[in-house]
């Protein structure tokens, strides 16, 4: 009988917790990855640049960026890649890349792991041009209703701000 009682009790207590947990998410204004993501920014150690109101802001390598033609350059190859890309999570845990400007879709499966603030992701595909991949793991963070994901990439961590496409 107090075997029942404790397996009864640990019920109540996940029960418990896990109502709890989603009560706190809905008040912090998270939601799921589930949806169609579009990039609204993209920052990287050198260079911020914002897709909604075309601005840019060069960090620390300024000087790999010399003159206004430079800048210039490189905010329209942003613009004309980066801010094209997408991200499709699906409610069946499988996802898709797409990055149509340099004819790349990348898809899997993903497992969201709230408590770690990561998306795993793996059986990836790749189909396009280019042989691409995307790192097993991203880090995830839900801020003023913006997904936040932050991927290392050539030795350095970026992060990609993306907004659901209603």
């Keep these: ?10 019920n109540m207590k996940f029960t418990f917790l896990s109502s709890l947990i989603l009560l706190l998410a809905i008040a912090n204004g998270q939601t799921t990855i589930a949806g169609k993501w579009k990039i609204v920014s993209i920052d990287q150690p050198d260079v911020y640049y914002n897709c909604m109101n075309d601005s ?11 003159d206004t033609t430079t800048q210039k350059n490189t905010a329209q190859m942003i613009k004309a890649t980066l801010c094209n890309f997408q991200f499709i999570f699906k409610s069946d845990s499988k996802f898709k890349f797409i990055a149509d400007s340099i004819l790349i ?10 408590a770690k603030k990561i998306i795993q992701l793996s059986n990836k595909k ?22 936040y994901l932050s991927m290392d990439g050539n030795d350095e961590e970026f992060e990609l701000i993306l907004k659901k496409d209603e």
């Design 105 to 114: 879709v990348v898809e899997g499966n993903y497992q969201e792991l709230p």
């Design 56 to 66: 840019m802001s060069f960090k620390e390598m300024a000087a790999g960026f010399p």
């Design 126 to 147: 790749s189909s396009g041009l280019n042989d691409f991949d995307l790192p097993d793991k991203i880090k995830y963070l839900f801020k003023d209703g913006l997904l």
């Design 1 to 10: 009988m107090f075997l029942i009682f404790q397996q009864s009790n640990c």
